[in-house]
């Protein structure tokens, strides 16, 4: 199921070794901090220091972080569709859950301040990177109609 997960966040297959790397996740990041998650096999919680950046959510071991950082993992946030508290699901304070149409990955915060943060940033880099509507798709209601209209 997590590498389900994790393919269904990166797009539908297996990420590039160096994926992210195009970021650079090591200084002025959008937001950063620790947050804990599940691993990707042994579903046992684990603290990472997480980094959003340019529509990516990379996690790291460590906080110092420099151009040669290798992220453990990253998520493209076009891919998700929302971001939620999700204390109820987990029975657990300053949970939050990112969700795509096909599964969900859950977030532990260390107060409800940074879980609301993170929440705030993530949703608005959701709007910012979405792929659901495309330029393409953009309605422009300023045009006149095509056509005859009788």
């Not at 790397?21 to 990041?29: A, G, I, K, N």
């Not at 997480?50 to 998520?75: D, H, M």
């Amino acid at each position: 199921m997590a590498a389900t997960l994790y393919a269904s966040l990166m797009g539908g297959g297996a990420a590039k070794k160096d994926e992210g790397h195009e970021v650079e996740f090591w200084h002025d990041p959008e937001r950063a901090g620790w947050l804990m998650k599940q691993g990707e096999y042994l579903r046992t919680w684990r603290r990472r220091w997480f980094v959003l950046k340019e529509g990516k959510i990379f996690w790291f071991k460590e906080t110092e972080l420099s151009k040669n950082s290798k992220p453990r993992g990253v998520i493209l946030v076009g891919n998700c569709l929302t971001v939620k508290g999700a204390e109820d699901a987990l029975n657990r304070p300053y949970a939050f859950e990112l969700s795509t149409s096909k599964e969900t990955m859950y977030f532990i915060a260390d107060t409800d301040k940074e879980k609301e943060d993170w929440i705030n940033s993530i949703g608005r880099s959701i709007v910012r990177h979405s792929k659901s509507v495309t330029d393409d798709e953009v309605l422009d209601y300023d045009s006149k109609p095509v056509g005859n209209p009788k």
